[in-house]
């Protein structure tokens, strides 16, 4: 059976994956600072039951953006030391993973927006914006929906009361991306292909003779 690896570190609640020989072992948790330590200690513990990997998925944004580049730099050095390819996926589409019917992901970014995309049955229904709280919010119309990510718990208050959350709607999506994975590795690239993608431009500026990464 394949051995496949999920990194999520889109949010403040980081975390990892293993699919190994059918069983899926999995470790999250809140971490405000230091998140490269927690997530090396993390992999290598959950790497103790694997012995080679055969794909890696991996949230690329959008997110909290020094979180989100320890998270794609560590996929990427697995994949170059396993020779395997790695699955990108956006960090909302990976919280409505495994939500049925119309769903709402929203994540907090920061300085009073959200980051919010619209799913229903799965599909992803127009783009992926940077709003003000309540204008994402209002994405999911006046219909029943389910809210997850971050922003679901940070603005629980301004949902209507015809929105439902999951009980930890602000946890890991890595579980269900790992299976996400297993069903679609054939989308998989090259680890060079591989790009972070933001929706807003980060506010620390790269010194002029840092390399450049996509976006």
Do not use: H
């Amino acid at each position: 059976m394949s051995n496949f690896l999920a990194i999520d570190t889109a949010g403040p609640v980081i975390g990892v994956a293993l699919l190994a020989d059918g069983q899926v072992s999995s470790w999250s948790g809140r971490v405000g600072r230091g998140s490269e330590g927690a997530l090396g200690q993390a992999v290598s513990d959950l790497l103790e039951k694997a012995e080679k990997l055969e794909g890696i998925v991996v949230s690329v944004g959008p997110g909290a953006f020094t979180s989100l580049r320890v998270g794609v730099a560590t996929a990427l050095g697995l994949a170059v030391a396993s020779g395997c390819k790695v699955l990108p996926i956006c960090s909302l589409k990976a919280r409505a993973l495994g939500c049925e019917g119309r769903v709402l992901s929203l994540l907090d970014g920061r300085k009073g927006r959200a980051y919010a995309a619209f799913f229903q049955a799965g599909q992803q229904i127009g783009e992926a914006v940077d709003w003000a709280p309540e204008k994402a919010i209002a994405l999911a119309g006046d219909t029943p929906f389910t809210a997850v990510g971050e922003g679901a718990v940070v603005w629980l208050d301004q949902l209507p009361p015809w929105a439902k959350t999951p009980d930890k709607p602000d946890a890991s999506p890595v579980v269900e991306m790992v299976r996400y994975l297993e069903a679609n590795s054939d989308e998989s690239v090259p680890p060079e292909a591989i790009s972070l993608r933001y929706l807003r431009a980060p506010d620390a500026k790269p010194p002029k003779d840092a390399p450049q990464q996509g976006a």
